[in-house]
């Protein structure tokens, strides 16, 4: 979208177009947009609106309902903050007691209209114009948010009680890794705590452990298994102190793994469970303390499998009954599961070299049996675990959790 297409859709005409659009539906987009150029419509304005009803319909996965009335770009809406995680964020600045954030790189305006949701001020920046004004028209309806087309290092502070950043992690198109190639760059932001101790960041959630500042408290995030950021918390945003958490959100659920000590799990042998820890803990480098709630071990020191005797709830890792085990060969794994008649067989690997489409191919499956099996190192033997989930087995009742 163009910013042609941008000031006709924000005409009432405009507005009403794309309000009145249906569904977006690939195959329909076509010769929609053709019927509407046909009936006059200006064809900047047929595309804008297209746009945004396609990209509407995928912002609902993170932001549900509020996603009808939102403007988008595509790197925009890739990089904004799903509204459940956002909510966690806010949360942390009103929890605090704090009544103005400032939200240095608000892109589309996610974050920021999580903090307004809870009734915090927001005086948010945008260093892209477009994505500064598709924000301004996202916040429209909370007076309390003001969003301004500058470079958030340079806002003035003066009146501010928090800061919010979550710097571009994205040039050209790709993903960069490195801190200091983030804009703004990760040191940059860090150095705002000096002036505002209330300073909270979102970052990629690979970064590595000893790129992160001592006085943070790190929390990293994931949703319905999918690890999806890094938070750092200064200051009297992390009342809990300096440390690793994780916060893992299940069905809309939260839990937070938040150990007063990372606890080091020993190694054994593989008991009658198999627990794969969610990828919040293990990016937090929490799996010890897993093993220690399930009562179990490492089925080897560098692998992030645990294993238990003991079936426990928890939502920090699924579970899996042991089956067998084998040590990993194509022949003897082919074999066994054709004597089982496994055509469906679901592939988990850690450790090891294996590329699961490449083996599905060599094993030539036949059957109507499902199978999973996990291929790992055992005591530094690459093994093959046949395993089931566990799924409704374990209850929810006695597992650990809270916010
Ligand atoms: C990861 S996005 C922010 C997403 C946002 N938290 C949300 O939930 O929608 C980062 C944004 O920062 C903007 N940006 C980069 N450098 C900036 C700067 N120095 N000042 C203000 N914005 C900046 C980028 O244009 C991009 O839109």
Redesign the pocket.
């Given at each position: 979208m163009d910013a042609d297409g941008l000031s006709r859709l924000l005409t009432p005409d405009g507005w009403a177009l794309l309000s009145a659009l249906p569904p977006y539906d690939e195959r329909l987009a076509m010769p929609l947009g053709e019927r509407l150029r046909a009936e006059g419509l200006h064809p900047s304005l047929v595309a804008a609106a297209l746009t945004q009803s396609r990209l509407r319909g995928k912002a609902r996965a993170k932001l549900g309902d509020f996603a009808d009335g939102m403007l988008f770009t595509p790197?925009?809406l890739e990089?904004?903050?799903r509204l459940e995680v956002?909510a966690h964020h806010a949360r942390r600045y009103r929890d605090a007691g704090l009544a103005h954030v400032a939200?240095?790189?608000?892109?589309?305006?996610?974050?920021?209209l999580a903090f307004a949701g809870v009734g915090l001020r927001v005086t948010a920046?945008?260093?892209?114009e477009m994505?500064a004004a598709i924000a301004t028209v996202n916040l429209r309806h909370f007076p309390e948010v003001e969003v301004r087309h500058?470079?958030?290092?340079t806002l003035d502070l003066t009146g501010v009680d928090g800061v919010y950043a979550?710097?571009?992690?994205r040039a050209g198109g790709s993903r960069v890794f490195d801190p200091a190639a983030y804009?703004?760059p990760l040191d940059a932001v860090l150095a705002v705590r000096e002036r505002v101790p209330a300073l909270g960041l979102?970052l990629g959630p690979g970064i590595a452990h000893r790129d992160l500042p001592d006085d943070a408290r790190a929390q990293w995030v994931s949703v319905d298994g999918d690890v999806v950021e890094l938070g750092l918390w200064f200051g009297p945003l992390a009342p809990e102190g300096p440390g690793r958490s994780a916060l893992v959100l299940v069905g809309g659920q939260p839990h937070v793994l938040a150990p007063d000590e990372v606890a080091h799990a020993h190694v054994g042998e593989v008991g009658t469970y198999l627990y794969e820890p969610d990828g919040a803990v293990i990016r937090a480098g929490l799996v010890g303390d897993v093993a220690l709630e399930v009562r179990g071990r490492l089925v080897d020191p560098t692998i992030a499998y645990v294993t238990s005797d003991e079936l426990a709830a928890t939502p920090f890792a699924t579970a899996y009954r042991v089956l067998d085990r084998m040590p990993f060969g194509l022949k003897r794994l082919r074999t066994y599961l054709r004597e089982r008649g496994v055509g469906r067989l679901t592939i988990k690997k850690r450790g090891t070299a294996v590329v699961p489409e490449q083996l599905r191919r060599q094993l030539d499956l036949r059957g109507d049996a499902t199978g999973t099996i996990v291929l790992t190192r055992v005591a530094g033997h690459q093994t093959v675990l046949v395993v089931e989930p566990v799924g409704d087995e374990v209850t929810s009742t006695n597992a650990p959790g809270g916010s």
């Open positions: 790197a925009g990089q904004a903050t956002g939200d240095l790189t608000c892109g589309i305006g996610a974050d920021a920046a945008e260093l892209d994505t500058t470079d958030g290092l979550d710097p571009a992690r804009a703004p979102k």
